[in-house]
């Protein structure tokens, strides 16, 4: 392993890599992931880790970026905390939603329990309204600020003033206001074509042809034919942080009027329509044996070598698309 090799000489990296071969003796290759982060992904995904992301060798400066990212957090939580964030706007003490979520997933150690987490966020949002400091709270804990910089990172643009000029979700629902479709908990479960790999998005249900729309404002920076996608759009946003994936759109028309690479999408904007295309090296075919689906990926870039390969982060949407339900979009607003 090239880590090993390029570290070694240091007595400071060998100890580190002591520990790392004893932890991993300890507790098998599920450790890998957040010691190794050059673990490849399928591999590393099967594991479960106590911490969202690791701490990065302090003598790597140029790699001191996030590598790893398990988005536990249940609805229950989110919604909590989404709540306190708004009810709290304008008061004396804003209670913001990505500290919130930080503060319980370093004390749950990221395995969540909606019952008792929910009791955990009432406990510190009573702490800090009453004047105490998260900052200070959280102080000695190294942990903190990586879960901190993840929660930020995933919902920069999910809150601010809404249409109607009240302070709220301002990231829309993916599917149109008024549409029905229905969707599990479906991460990370097996699939194959071709080759295995796991599922690294989140499938709602619907009918062919119901209006997809953009969940935050972004560049559309992949359109059209992608042999597994099918019918694809992708939208970056504009800090640069965050990949949506729309896939399996629909065959003939699969994306709304005038949308082009570079193209500027807005929250709310219509961009395609629900289909049940891909899984072919020909274009424009639908996949065989499948329920019309729309096909919802969300990557999240902390370092360009994170843009693709075997570094890429994907996270497990399923709770932030039902925390999306509270804005949903219609077609034409
Ligand atoms: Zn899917």
């Not at 964030?85 to 930080?102: C, F, I, R």
């Not at 993840?150 to 629902?173: M, P």
């Not at 990949?243 to 961009?271: C, M, N, W």
């Amino acid at each position: 392993m090239n880590f090993f090799v390029y570290f070694t000489h240091t007595t400071q990296m060998k100890l580190f890599v002591l520990i790392g071969l004893l932890v991993i003796l300890l507790f098998g290759g599920c450790t890998s992931k957040p010691l190794f982060p050059e673990a490849p992904f399928v591999e590393a995904s099967y594991c479960h880790s106590p911490a969202p992301h690791t701490e990065p060798p302090k003598s790597l400066p140029e790699t001191n970026h996030i590598k790893w990212v398990d988005f536990n957090v249940s609805y229950a939580v989110l919604a909590k905390a989404y709540q306190y964030d708004v009810s709290t706007y304008g008061k004396d003490v804003h209670l913001k939603m990505p500290e919130l979520l930080a503060y319980i997933s370093v004390k749950n150690g990221n395995f969540f329990s909606s019952k008792r987490d929910v009791k955990e966020l009432d406990k510190i949002a009573t702490r800090l309204k009453a004047g105490e400091n998260l900052d200070e709270i959280m102080s000695g804990n190294k942990y903190y600020k990586y879960h901190l910089e993840v929660y930020q990172t995933i919902f920069a643009e999910f809150l601010g003033t809404t249409a109607e000029g009240k302070y709220g979700l301002i990231a829309s629902h993916p599917i149109a206001k008024g549409r029905y479709y229905n969707h599990s908990n479906d991460f990370g479960v097996a699939r194959s074509y071709g080759y295995k790999r796991r599922h690294l998005g989140h499938d709602l249900f619907g009918s062919v042809g119901t209006p997809i729309m953009a969940i935050e404002d972004g560049i559309i920076t992949e359109i059209g034919w992608n042999r597994y996608g099918g019918w694809r759009v992708g939208i970056r946003s504009h800090d640069n942080k965050r990949y949506y994936y729309y896939a399996h759109l629909r065959k003939d028309s699969p994306f709304a009027q005038g949308l082009e690479l570079g193209s500027e999408v807005t929250a709310g904007q219509h961009i395609g329509y629900l289909g049940v295309s891909g899984y072919s090296n020909k274009e424009n075919k639908n996949m065989p044996n499948a329920k019309p689906h729309l096909h919802l990926g969300l990557q999240l870039i902390f370092h360009p070598s994170q843009e693709k390969g075997s570094k890429e982060i994907w996270i497990d949407i399923y709770a932030i698309t039902r925390l999306l339900e509270k804005n949903r979009v219609a077609v034409g607003l």
